[in-house]
């Protein structure tokens, strides 16, 4: 029966190993994205050179620096926690960064289909990031962690507003010029 598996799973555990594994889980999480961030910060440099409007150039690179900040702001997490900072490799970001380099051998150099595909990549790296800080955040903040969770929430704004940026670089231009060549280049 359900009940008497549930308590005996709870008699086996003190509610001391139960917050440990959910710090022990908090902390790999942190190792994921800490790995994920390092390797954007290598990322960021190829897609800002390989898009070709200022505007991109521009909030790529100003999220650069942010990217590089995050990094900072993980390795004071770590030290919070008492934990060496260190990463474990993200599948997820991984995968993500392969997609933004696919998207240039898909796409020709100097056209705004390649930018409108970049900001694609990029947005969907933003979004793995907000999912995982606002999970964590809100994970610190259960665990009474609200120093981790501030932290934490800062760079979760940083990704939100970078990725409204992006939208808004598509909208206001980029995807309406990327229409505009491939008609061209169907007509010409
Ligand atoms: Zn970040
Ligand atoms: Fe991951
Ligand atoms: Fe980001």
Redesign the pocket.
């Known amino acids: 029966m359900p009940t008497t598996k549930t308590r005996k799973k709870n008699a086996n555990h003190s509610s001391t190993d139960t917050d440990q594994q959910l710090e022990k889980f908090f902390v790999d999480a942190l190792k ?2 800490y790995w ?1 961030e390092k390797q954007l910060t290598k990322a960021l440099p190829k897609m800002e050179k390989a898009s070709t409007s200022e505007e991109l150039r521009d909030a790529i690179s100003t999220h650069l620096s942010q990217t590089e900040e995050h990094v900072s702001r993980l390795e004071e997490v770590f030290e919070q926690l008492g934990e060496k900072a260190r990463g474990k490799k ?4 991984e995968g993500l960064i392969k997609e933004s380099e696919s998207v240039l051998e898909e796409t020709e150099e100097g056209s705004m289909t390649r930018d409108a595909a970049i900001i694609m990549a990029a947005q969907k790296v933003e979004h ?1 990031e907000i999912a ?1 800080y606002g999970t964590l955040a809100q994970l610190a903040a259960t665990m009474g962690r609200h120093d981790i969770a501030e932290t934490l929430g800062l760079t979760l704004n940083e990704e939100r507003k970078a990725d409204e940026l992006l939208t808004e670089i598509a909208v206001n231009g980029i995807n309406w010029k990327a229409e505009q060549e491939s008609k061209e280049g169907v007509m010409g």
């Open positions: 994921d994205i994920a993200c599948e997820a970001m793995y995982t």
